[in-house]
């Protein structure tokens, strides 16, 4: 897991199966920005697997990044996660887009 800036955006490139340990990093990551850039980027192109408690990391960012009136987006999903996301409303909050080309276009593509 790394932290890759990326013009106005900050990015989460993410691997390997995202559990709780997986969850505190992404928590403590977005927590120790001091000032959270114009859009917070989720990459989920190398996470085969997540389960409830790396779920709730994911979570906790979100609210981190909403609460600061800063647009979240997320690539890479398969599908039963897209799904996931579509069930739990997270795509309320969460823009859901093909890659990170549409996550850095001007506007994001669709917002959440």
């Known amino acids: 897991m790394k932290l890759r800036p990326a013009g106005d955006a900050l990015l989460l ?26 859009r917070l980027v989720f990459n989920f192109t190398r996470v085969p697997i997540m389960n409830t408690a790396g779920l709730g990391g994911v979570l906790w960012a979100v609210r981190l990044a909403t609460r600061a009136g800063r647009p979240v987006f997320a690539y890479g999903l398969t599908d039963h996660f897209r799904k996931v996301f579509h069930v739990m409303g997270l795509t309320r909050f969460v823009a859901v887009v093909e890659d990170e080309a549409a996550a850095l276009a001007d506007g994001g593509g669709a917002g959440p």
């Open 13 to 38: 490139d993410l691997s390997g199966p995202l559990g709780k340990e997986g969850g505190d990093a992404i928590v403590r990551m977005v927590e120790e920005q001091s000032d959270l850039p114009q």
